[in-house]
T-cell receptor, first 115, second 110 residues
């Protein structure tokens, strides 16, 4: 399809619980990016993939966050032992070529609320 | 200092007004710049790319000044539907990640 599909749309977790978010990129897009948007519109880059390989993980809080993009499966972002400050909207984007910022397509996001 | 900085606004303007947003970036290696629009915490959508020569798309004009590391967006004849948050974005050339400004909120009133 021509959209980036993110599931679930909303996720509520108690502190300390695990959260897993999914992203199906547009078919044929080689790059997948994860961003976290907290209050006040601050977008934070988390991680990117080129096909199933990690391309840039400089934004990942490595203690509790992990991500994968496996062949023939949606990409996933997992947060172990969630904290209140993990509450945010998590956007996934895909791009056919990484070097064209106008080629990005964003999914509609997953709103994570940690209570 | 943030890599991309914007005035957060809000800009509150009447319909038909002309409004200008500014943005500065700190990474001189950045080559590509964009304006995205975001409505009510939905996904950001590309509004337009920004070129040194300036580019126009209908009521929207974007400009890049590489010497000053400054980007602008001009909206003419504002419509109610233009109300949104406008995000100034730079593409990091080495890692292809987008660096977002914190956004400028525009409210167009009748």
């Amino acid at each position: 399809g021509e959209e980036v599909a993110q599931t679930p749309k909303h996720l509520v977790r108690g502190e300390g619980q695990k959260a897993k978010l999914y992203c199906a990129p547009i078919k044929g897009h080689s790059y997948v990016f994860w961003y976290q948007q907290v209050l006040k519109n601050e977008f934070k880059f988390l991680i990117s993939f080129q096909n199933e390989n990690v391309f840039d993980e400089t934004g990942m809080p490595k203690e509790r966050f992990s991500a994968k993009c496996l062949p023939n499966s949606p990409c996933s972002l997992e947060i172990q032992a969630t904290k209140l400050e993990d509450s945010a909207v998590y956007f996934c984007a895909s791009s056919p070529r990484g070097n064209r910022g106008d080629g990005y397509t964003f999914g509609s996001g997953t709103r994570l609320t940690v209570v | 200092r943030k890599e991309v900085e914007q005035d957060p606004g809000p800009f509150n303007v009447p319909e038909g007004a002309t409004v200008a947003f500014n943005c500065t970036y700190s990474n001189s290696a950045s080559q590509s710049f964009f304006w995205y629009r975001q409505d009510c915490r939905k996904e950001p959508k590309l509004l337009m790319s920004v070129y040194s020569s300036g580019n126009e798309d209908g009521r929207f004009t974007a400009q890049l000044n590489r010497a000053s590391q400054y980007i602008s967006l001009l909206i003419r004849d504002s419509k109610l539907s233009d109300s949104a948050t406008y995000l100034c974005v730079a593409l990091t050339p080495s890692s292809y990640k987008l660096i977002f400004g914190s956004g400028t909120r525009l409210l167009v009133r009748p």
